[in-house]
């Protein structure tokens, strides 16, 4: 079983930034997906960000241009920057790395990002 832990939500003020790391308890290789996804108060969870391995990459539209997720596989770590923050952005926000061929599927128990003035 892996463990996921997220770590870098908070408080931030419209505009900001904040860098969301996840670390992995057992080795990440490439035939793993790593992602974020986030939950805002009364709605679903949805995705925000995947890194699928080789560069693959795909973002939520409502984070393009502003989220870049990246991984070190060395390291066991997916990360989430996350720049010009905006109230919308408030959520739980989630990581999660999925075996691309086994049926294997982790998540965090997910970090509090509040955008406010």
């Known amino acids: 079983q892996m463990q996921l832990v997220e770590s870098g939500g908070g408080l931030v003020q419209p505009g900001g930034s904040l860098n969301l790391s996840c670390a992995a308890s057992k080795s990440i290789s490439n035939r793993y997906s790593m992602g974020w996804y986030r939950q805002a108060p009364g709605k679903q969870r949805e995705m925000v960000a995947i890194d699928y391995t080789g560069g693959s990459l795909t973002y939520a539209d409502s984070v393009k241009g502003r989220f870049t997720i990246s991984r070190d596989d060395a390291k066991n770590m997916v990360y989430l920057q996350m720049n010009s923050l905006k109230p919308e952005d408030t959520a739980v926000y989630y990581c999660?790395?999925?075996?691309?061929?086994?049926?294997?599927?982790?998540w965090g128990q997910g970090t509090q990002v509040v955008v406010s003035s």
């Open positions: 999660n790395v999925r075996h691309l061929y086994l049926d294997a599927n982790f």
